[in-house]
């Protein structure tokens, strides 16, 4: 049986591994894309958007909001990629241990 130092020690050594995992994380970039590849949207790993690329077919003064929602999308896209390899990335450090609902603070 283990002691409480023990135990606190493993904590602390948990702690730092997801620290750094999530620095990690927070220097990766995705890719989101909507409209079958006409809006594309590159995120980081803190969600911040890195670039935006439109193709020129869509700029229509008359359709803004057709392209509003595809920015919209592609957005969502990048920021669900990025929420799934957090989720692959806590899964695989805790060996599939539900830690209910943990978020990352970032």
Not at 28 to 36: I, L, Q
Not at 75 to 96: E, L, R, V
Request: glycine share 10%.
């Amino acid at each position: 049986m283990m002691n409480i130092q023990g135990i606190m020690k493993q904590a602390q050594m948990m702690q730092k591994k997801m620290e750094e995992e999530q620095a990690k994380l927070a220097q990766e970039e995705v890719e989101g894309s909507s409209g079958g590849g006409m809006v594309k949207v590159i995120l980081n790993g803190k969600f911040e958007m890195k670039k935006l690329s439109i193709d020129k077919s869509l700029v229509n003064p008359e359709d803004v909001e057709i392209m509003e929602d595809l920015i919209v999308a592609a957005y969502n896209d990048a920021k669900n990629k990025i929420d799934a390899k957090m989720q692959d990335s806590m899964a695989a450090m805790t060996g599939g241990l539900n830690l209910g609902g943990l978020k990352l603070p970032f």
